[in-house]
């Protein structure tokens, strides 16, 4: 059982990498990062096409990954 959770884990960890590394960036530098932070806080630059479903892939595979980490150390032998 714990074997076949790490190599759950593992998969999906590479997955949520791929995922997040083919994501486009909001904007550059550090007002970038504020302002596309505050953006996304509160709703006014929406996601589509393609950068919406690899945002919702992320959030899936990011609860994944949280749920085996917690899985694999309540399992450890």
């Known amino acids: 059982m714990h074997t076949l ?4 884990l593992v998969i999906v960890s590479i997955a949520l990498i791929a995922v997040v590394l083919l994501q486009s960036g909001k904007s ?4 970038g990062a504020i302002s ?3 953006e996304t806080l509160f709703g006014k ?3 589509r096409g393609i950068d919406l479903i690899l945002h919702r892939i992320t959030v899936v595979l990011s609860i994944l990954f949280f749920l ?6 309540y399992f450890k032998i």
């Open 28 to 31: 550059a530098g550090l007002s």
């Open 5 to 8: 959770l790490v190599i759950l």
């Open 45 to 47: 630059q929406k996601a």
């Open 36 to 38: 596309g932070g505050a």
């Open 68 to 73: 085996l980490a917690l899985a694999v150390t």
